[in-house]
């Protein structure tokens, strides 16, 4: 994930593509669902108040 400074993020990884993933998901007909890797996983939002 990739801050694009303008109050927006690009990601990029692995179409999802597989019929049963995808029918768990509601997504409009001209979105796609992408997998991103665990590892490349960050943060990017405020922490809980205490």
């Known amino acids: 994930m990739t801050d694009t400074g303008r109050g927006t993020f690009s990601l990029s990884g692995r179409p999802i593509t597989e019929p049963d993933t ?3 998901l509601d997504l ?4 796609t669902a992408i997998e991103v ?3 490349e996983r960050s ?8």
């Open 22 to 24: 995808l029918a768990q």
């Open 28 to 31: 409009a007909e001209d979105e």
């Open 37 to 39: 890797p665990k590892l």
């Open 43 to 50: 943060y990017y939002g405020a922490s809980a108040a205490r």
